[in-house]
Structures are given as structure tokens and as C-alpha cells.
């Protein structure tokens, strides 16, 4: 815990109307790392990523980069440096491939710095260059989780809040977008707050990991310790 | 034939009006899934700012921009008072609240300009021109040029810029589209301003055809319904093909169907509306809506 941290939660409770699906998180993210979020489905990964990004409605305390994200809107938050892929990609089906990558990169000045963006996610994912002019629909569900890593990196974003990439996918597919997850976040420091079902492979690139159950952090620690820990890998990441 | 030319091109003008109204449904229609029916009384109140404008001599070219400027913001200042604090209710609501501002339109500019019908001018003379033997009046010419411009210019700026893009982003997929950093409040109202604009050319291109009075849009509303089912809802581009289809079908009936004339060409506009919603309600250039169970 030596660096500091870019994403500080204290307390945060959420919920949907009457249901609370959060009681009571509290998480840091230290700059430049990599944080899982594990837990079985319905535990509350993806909510804690949606009260980061205000789509749900919160209380506690958000820091993010020593700024409260309290009553802020999501486009604000995303604009001060949180890459959000939701579940489900964030895909915007009716606008070609292209178009969904300048959309990350639409609030940027730094044409220069834009351009070898490109070129690097290009680099990453040459199937999007080949296939920019289409519409994004026609991508396969592998080729839409590259773009929406895609974007998320054309945002050049401080932090990176990652929901199942590996959803549905393939496990050759799943490899390649983990190798290039650890590849930006060496490269550029982004950090990146990891929400998996595939605990193994989440462990393996992560350095710190959480996990949750029914809406409380059940355990926290370094991911190589818990990767080593036989009984909660047993009772909690079910392998 | 040159008699049909003729007919044929007065009718894409006539077309080029619809269309633009049209665009402006279709705008709306794609921000927020509805149909604003209160879009030609808001044409109509531009028109009569225009017509004030010109009123107190400033040039019609002046006055025709200055009151799309005044039509783009009126259109803003509409969804952030009027429309979005019912943004998330059902949506009967909300038609009933585009209803009830076409009434308060409509009876704001009585209230104001009154119920006498008044020559608008134009600034194309209805002299007219012998092309491949057809007689075009300059002022059929004009109207179609600056739809032309005017339908081409949304084009570029929907699908060539920044914003265009951040306009259909937000439109389409608003949840998607806040993760991306897209105010996407103010792009709807945006879509509001630019509706408005476009509304209101079809409105001053109208207007010097029809006289300009309070009503003078309640007919053209209707067109510009049956161009944009035509063309399909969502689709700006088959608003502008449907509102074309529209005006030479009508000017056509009106004058080859003895039984139509002058007096059941609306009648067709609803014969259009009726048969594409039976025959294809996906409109020429609609996506079929498929939803997942």
C-alpha cells in the first residue's frame, strides 16, 4: 500500500429504489495498479463501478485523485479521468467502428498525441482497422469488447474500470485482452479496477484484490497471497 | 409531357417544404422517441418573427438567418423550460405536453400578430422559366435550393463533425454515451435548437405560397407526418426522400385525379400515412425494430 491512492471508497452504500445492493464498501485503487473485484454474481462488482461512475445514486465517500465524486454528474466523472467499459460493452451499435473509437477521444486537444493513439490501439487490435468503416454491429461479441477497450484507451484515462471483459468470449480471445490490459497499464500507468468472474486470470495480472459477498468486502489482499490461500480460494473464487 | 415536367418539379419544391419540416420531426423524434406536434407552430412563430424582421426593413436575406438564430435558441430555451421536466415521464405525457405547447403557440401568435392572413414576401420572382419545355416559376427554383442547401448543411453537420457525432451518440444510447464524457442533456437540447431552425425554413419557404397566418402550418404539419412515416421515422434522410415522394404524389393527384383537385390533396397525405404504416411501417429507409425476449 505504498503508492498513493487515486480511488479511495469509504463506506459506500447503493442500491437500486428500495433494494440496497451495497452496504457499506470501502476500496482504494493506488496509482498505476491493477485492483480486481471478485465475487459471485449478484454480490454487488458491478454496482460498486456504477456508483463510481454516478449511474447509481450513492452515499459513503468517492475520492477520486484527492476530489469527492459526491453529487457529480456521470459525464463530469468521466471527463476528469474514469474510463468506464460497462457490462455489456457500451457498444453504440448505430455508429460505425470508427465513429465509437472518436468518441473516445472527442474530448481530447492533443491531435498530435491522439494520432499515435490510434496507431497504438490499431497496433493492438488490427481487426478494428480493418473493419472501421462498418457498423459496429456487425462486430463479433470478441471484436466489441477489443473496441470498447479501444475507446476506453483513446479517453487516455487515469483510471480504467473494467466490467467482465472476459464475458462470453473465448478463451483465446479472453488471453489477448488480458495481455493488453497489463501491457497499457505498464506502458501508460492507468489503473485499472478489475471486475472478473474468471478469478484465476484476474489474480494473475492484478496485485491487489477484493472480494466481494452480498455487498460487503468478505476479503482483501495482496492477489498473490489470495491465489496462494487454498480455502479462500476454495469458498470464495470457487476453483 | 412538359405539362407533367412541369407538375413534377413543382412538386419538389412543394417536396422540399415538407422535407424540411420533416427533418425536424424526425430530429425530435430520434432525441427523445416522439413526435413533437407542436414542430409547425414553431415554424409558424419564426415565420412571423421573419416576417417582423423584414417588417422593419432589414433585407430578407438578413432577416431570413437572424430568424434561425432567434428559432435555434427559442427551440433550446423550449426543451430546458417546457419538455425537460417531464424528460422521464411516460410518454402520452409528453405528447400531451407538445400538444398543449402547439395550442400556446398557436394562441400566442394570434394573441400577437392576430388571425388576418398576410402577404409574406419572397425574394424569387413567380416569373417563370422554360426548361425542356416546362414553365418553372424561379420562385419553385428557389425553394428547392434552399431546402437543397439547407438539408445538406444538417447533413454535413450530423454525420462530419463532432458534434453531429456526440448528437446521434446521444440520441441513440444515452448511457453509453454519458460514459463516453457526452453531456448528453444539452445535446438534446441542441437537437431541440436545430429542429427548431429547420422547422422554421419551412415555415419562411411556405409562407409567401400560403399567407402567413397563425394556421398557416396545420396543413404542412401533415405532409411533413406522412414524409417522415414514408421515409421512416428515425431516418433523416428518408424525411427528405419521403418529403419529396410526398409533395410531387400530392401535386401530381391534385392535378391528373379529377376527383382529388384542390380540395382532397390532404386526403392523399393520409392515404400515404395510412397505407405505409399497413403496407411498411418501417417507413423506405426505417430499421426494422427487433427486440430480444
Known amino acids: 500500500m505504498a503508492a498513493a491512492s487515486l480511488l479511495e471508497m469509504e463506506d459506500v452504500r447503493a442500491g437500486y429504489g428500495p433494494t440496497s445492493v451495497l452496504h457499506g464498501i470501502s476500496l482504494s485503487v493506488p496509482e498505476g495498479e491493477i485492483v480486481s473485484l471478485l465475487g459471485a454474481n449478484g454480490a454487488g462488482k458491478t454496482t460498486t463501478l456504477r456508483a463510481i461512475t454516478c449511474g447509481v445514486h450513492w452515499s459513503g465517500s468517492i475520492r477520486f485523485a484527492g476530489r469527492s465524486l459526491s453529487k457529480m454528474r456521470t459525464e463530469d466523472v468521466v471527463r476528469a479521468g474514469i474510463a468506464h467499459v460497462p457490462e455489456g460493452r457500451g457498444i453504440l451499435t448505430e455508429l460505425t467502428v470508427e465513429e465509437n473509437l472518436k468518441l473516445g477521444s472527442h474530448l481530447r486537444r492533443d491531435g498530435a498525441a491522439v494520432r499515435k493513439d490510434y496507431d497504438r490501439v490499431f497496433e493492438y487490435f488490427p481487426v478494428l482497422r480493418e473493419r472501421r468503416r462498418l457498423s459496429a454491429s456487425t462486430l463479433s461479441g470478441g471484436e466489441q469488447q477489443m473496441l470498447a477497450v479501444a475507446r476506453a484507451l483513446l479517453m487516455r484515462p487515469k483510471l480504467m474500470l473494467l466490467d467482465e471483459p472476459s464475458l462470453g468470449l473465448a478463451p483465446m480471445v479472453v488471453r489477448a485482452i488480458f495481455e493488453i490490459i497489463k501491457a497499457i497499464n505498464q506502458s501508460d500507468r492507468v489503473a485499472v479496477l478489475l471486475v472478473e468472474q474468471n478469478a484465476r486470470l484476474a489474480l494473475e495480472i492484478s496485485t491487489q484484490a477484493y472480494v466481494l459477498e452480498v455487498g460487503r468486502v468478505a476479503i482483501k489482499g495482496a492477489s498473490a497471497e489470495l491465489k496462494g490461500n487454498e480455502s479462500v480460494r476454495r469458498s470464495y473464487l470457487g476453483y | ?293
Do not use: C
Open chain 2, 1 to 293: 409531357m412538359q405539362g407533367l415536367l412541369q407538375q413534377i418539379i413543382s412538386g419538389v419544391a412543394t417536396g422540399g417544404i415538407f422535407a424540411s419540416l420533416a427533418l425536424a420531426l424526425v430530429l425530435i423524434y430520434n432525441a427523445m422517441g416522439l413526435v413533437n406536434f407542436a414542430q409547425g407552430e414553431m415554424a409558424m412563430l419564426a415565420t412571423f418573427v421573419a416576417f417582423t424582421l423584414i417588417d422593419h426593413g432589414m433585407s430578407y436575406w438578413i432577416a431570413f438567418p437572424v430568424a434561425l438564430v432567434i428559432a435555434f435558441a427559442g427551440g433550446i430555451a423550449i426543451q430546458r423550460v417546457v419538455i425537460r421536466p417531464v424528460e422521464r415521464a411516460p410518454i402520452l405525457t409528453m405528447v400531451i405536453v407538445t400538444l398543449g405547447l402547439a395550442t400556446l403557440v398557436n394562441g400566442l401568435a394570434g394573441f400577437i400578430f392576430g388571425y388576418v392572413p398576410r402577404s409574406f414576401p419572397s425574394p424569387f420572382s413567380v416569373q417563370t422559366v422554360d426548361i425542356l419545355g416546362a414553365f418553372v416559376s424561379y420562385r419553385d427554383l428557389g425553394v428547392i435550393a434552399v431546402s437543397t442547401v439547407v438539408l445538406l448543411a444538417i447533413y454535413l453537420l450530423l454525420q462530419r463533425t463532432t458534434v453531429g457525432l456526440t448528437l446521434r451518440a446521444a440520441a441513440h444510447h444515452p448511457e453509453a454515451s454519458r460514459l463516453l464524457g457526452v453531456r448528453v442533456s444539452w445535446m438534446l437540447a441542441l437537437g431541440w435548437g436545430l429542429a427548431s431552425a429547420v422547422g422554421a425554413v419551412s415555415g419562411i419557404m411556405a409562407a409567401p405560397i400560403l399567407l402567413l397566418e397563425p394556421n398557416m402550418m396545420q396543413t404542412i404539419i401533415i405532409y411533413a407526418f406522412a414524409a417522415a412515416v414514408l421515409g421512416g421515422i428515425e431516418s433523416p434522410l428518408g424525411a427528405v426522400v419521403g418529403g419529396v415522394i410526398v409533395g410531387v404524389t400530392v401535386n401530381l393527384a391534385g392535378t391528373y385525379l379529377p376527383f382529388v383537385g384542390g380540395d382532397l390533396q390532404l386526403a392523399v397525405a393520409l392515404a400515404i400515412i395510412v397505407g405505409v404504416l399497413i403496407l411498411k411501417p418501417n417507413g423506405l429507409f426505417g430499421r426494422p425494430s427487433v427486440r430480444r425476449v
